[in-house]
């Protein structure tokens, strides 16, 4: 005979009167008790991966055949809640050892567990973004001095270089770690923009870096052509290096007088090493700031152009 929906409902009321209510209190007050066992027996990395790996999936997998469907999130969200949620305090407490260590790994395993419990990341984010700045002040010590700047033969090129290589280091940690979640992609831009901008003269040095670039007399052209053809580098990755920089400058309008500055020079004196290189860099800080920002830069770059046309 067939079951009336009244009738179903009944069922489901006393099989929730009955048996659900009572595994879920008695499943929080097992794993609640459990979880702070297996805190104290097993280290920070032992205790993530065994909740995340096989802890979570075993329980709900195992219950899976035997639970009406409708009690499985809430089974979830007493595993999370007994598991993650009720230890947040101390599984964020000390990440210092898998972030120098660069555990990517561990980082993920942490980082999926904790993104079960709406909010829980946050902590991670904040005590990310105090390694990134901590890290990058450290990277950037020699250049942080004006007096020892000075003495660095070079240090436009050590500024971009050694920031490209920071943050490509730390960009590596907010893919593979942590998914490019947007809190993390900003925790990263946060701490990358307090790095940047504890360098004295930041914006002359990136300056100077593309006049180096650009100029065919410049340290870094003559570098490049002097490359064997197997270790070309593009110089479109170059470019996008420099912007990459300058979208973390606080003086931009100091980049700006600059940057027009030393564009005029290679202009005027015929000293670019390539019009295209010229316009692609253009283009590059046009898309990063808008037009409004590169009109006047644009405007020397077509005068130049149109005069060199008419004398044709």
């Known amino acids: 005979a067939s079951v009336s929906g009244h009738d179903r409902a009944q069922q489901l009321l006393f099989y929730r009167s009955v048996f659900e209510t009572p595994l879920l209190e008695r499943t929080s007050r097992y794993f609640q008790h459990e979880s702070v066992v297996m805190l104290q027996r097993l280290s920070f990395q032992e205790y993530v991966q065994f909740v995340e790996e096989t802890l979570l999936p075993a329980e709900l997998s195992q219950l899976h055949c035997f639970l009406h469907p409708s009690t499985l999130p809430k089974l979830r969200r007493i595993l999370e809640k007994a598991l993650v949620e009720d230890h947040l305090q101390t599984l964020c407490s000390d990440l210092q050892p898998i972030f120098h260590a660069f555990d990517i790994e561990n980082m993920a395993r942490l980082y999926r567990l904790l993104s079960r419990v709406p909010g829980a990341t946050k902590p991670i984010q904040d005590k990310f973004r105090a390694f990134v700045e901590t890290s990058g002040m450290q990277s950037m010590t020699v250049l942080r001095s004006e007096e020892a700047s000075k003495s660095t033969e070079r240090p436009e090129k050590v500024f971009v270089e050694d920031f ?40 002359n040095l990136l300056v100077a870096y593309c006049h180096s670039l650009l100029d065919i007399n410049g340290p870094l052209r003559r570098e490049l052509e002097s490359l064997p053809a197997k270790d070309t580098v593009c110089h479109e990755a170059l470019f996008e290096k420099c912007t990459r920089l300058f979208r973390y400058l606080d003086d931009k309008e100091q980049f700006q007088r600059t940057y027009a500055s030393r564009l005029a020079k290679r202009l005027i ?15 590059y800080l046009r898309d990063t700031c808008g037009i409004e920002y590169t009109s006047r830069l644009q405007r020397m770059f077509s005068d130049i152009q149109t005069s060199a046309d008419e004398s044709e």
């Open 164 to 203: 490209g290589r920071f943050f490509d280091k730390f960009n590596a940690v907010v893919e593979k770690g942590f998914s490019y979640e947007s809190g993390f992609q900003v925790a990263l831009d946060q701490g990358c923009s307090r790095v940047v901008n504890s360098v004295p003269n930041a914006s």
């Open 269 to 283: 004196f015929s000293s670019s090493a390539t019009i295209d290189d010229e316009a692609a860099m253009l283009g």
